[in-house]
């Protein structure tokens, strides 16, 4: 039987545009100039501490990083934590998933207040039998270690997963975990998606979780 990992921002919900409101003013705060666009597509998925470097222009301390993605996350849950909800259909395929015997976990980049806002105030958590986050890895997508660990907490093999994933890092990690994978097209549109290189994984390639591609899953 299947097993069922989920990345949380951007697939269980569609929350980036607030995220991306938090990081424009932290760089215009650090008087940073970047391509939003470019910037946004190759940090979906990373933890801060792989971020902050690359957008800061070298090494820097971890007191620092800390510092900094503090105040970026804070801004975010200000932003984000009255309007959180789930993405259009996926409460009714998670009790699909859960009705079905499916085994289901949560394997995602955000900080543990950031999986709080989301899992604990939706009331989620209990509905997983693993959630894994930055605090419980050393790398960040696209590494596979965010799915393998997801995978290990299930007692699934990789080949048996299928990981819901929204940004490249995170379809690119489920490639190097041999995991199938279906793309919610928030982070990325379809043509986007389709200019992607090693795709050959991804099974679907969905808007929201009403699609009826899903229900082949279940078979």
Same mark, same amino acid.
């Given at each position: 039987?299947?097993?069922?990992?989920?990345?949380?921002?951007?697939?269980?919900?569609?929350?980036?545009?607030?995220?991306?409101?938090?990081?424009?003013?932290?760089?215009?705060?650090?008087?940073?100039?970047?391509?939003?666009?470019?910037?946004?597509?190759?940090?979906?998925?990373?933890?801060?501490?792989?971020?902050?470097? @690359? +957008?800061?222009?070298? =090494?820097?301390?971890?007191?620092?990083?800390?510092?900094?993605? /503090?105040?970026? *996350? $804070?801004?975010? %849950?200000?932003?984000?934590?009255?309007?959180?909800?789930?993405?259009?259909?996926?409460?009714?395929?998670?009790?699909?998933?859960?009705?079905?015997?499916?085994?289901?976990?949560?394997?995602?980049?955000?900080?543990?207040?950031?999986?709080?806002?989301?899992?604990?105030?939706?009331?989620?958590?209990?509905?997983?039998?693993?959630?894994?986050?930055?605090?419980?890895?050393?790398?960040?997508?696209?590494?596979?270690?965010?799915?393998?660990?997801?995978?290990? @907490? +299930?007692?699934?093999? =990789?080949?048996?997963?299928?990981?819901?994933?929204?940004?490249? /890092?995170?379809? *690119? $990690?489920?490639? %190097?975990?041999?995991?199938?994978?279906?793309?919610?097209?928030?982070?990325?549109?379809?043509?986007?998606?389709?200019?992607?290189?090693?795709?050959?994984?991804?099974?679907?390639?969905?808007?929201?979780?009403?699609?009826?591609?899903?229900?082949?899953?279940?078979?």
């Amino acid at each position: 039987m299947r097993a069922f990992i989920f990345d949380m921002d951007g697939t269980v919900v569609d929350n980036m545009a607030f995220h991306q409101l938090a990081w424009d003013a932290m760089l215009t705060d650090l008087g940073l100039s970047v391509d939003r666009d470019e910037f946004f597509a190759w940090s979906a998925g990373l933890t801060n501490a792989e971020i902050l470097p @690359r +957008l800061l222009g070298g =090494p820097v301390s971890d007191e620092l990083v800390a510092h900094h993605a /503090a105040r970026k *996350e $804070a801004h975010y %849950r200000e932003l984000y934590a009255p309007k959180a909800q789930t993405m259009r259909g996926f409460d009714a395929f998670l009790q699909q998933l859960m009705d079905g015997g499916h085994q289901r976990a949560i394997g995602t980049a955000a900080p543990p207040a950031n999986i709080e806002i989301v899992l604990d105030a939706l009331k989620l958590r209990e509905r997983f039998h693993a959630v894994v986050g930055a605090a419980d890895v050393k790398r960040g997508k696209p590494d596979p270690e965010i799915f393998l660990t997801a995978a290990a @907490r +299930l007692g699934a093999e =990789p080949a048996n997963c299928v990981v819901f994933e929204d940004a490249p /890092a995170g379809i *690119e $990690a489920a490639r %190097r975990a041999g995991m199938a994978c279906v793309v919610v097209a928030t982070t990325l549109s379809r043509g986007q998606f389709a200019a992607l290189p090693d795709t050959e994984h991804v099974l679907h390639v969905i808007d929201d979780f009403t699609d009826p591609a899903l229900q082949t899953l279940l078979a």
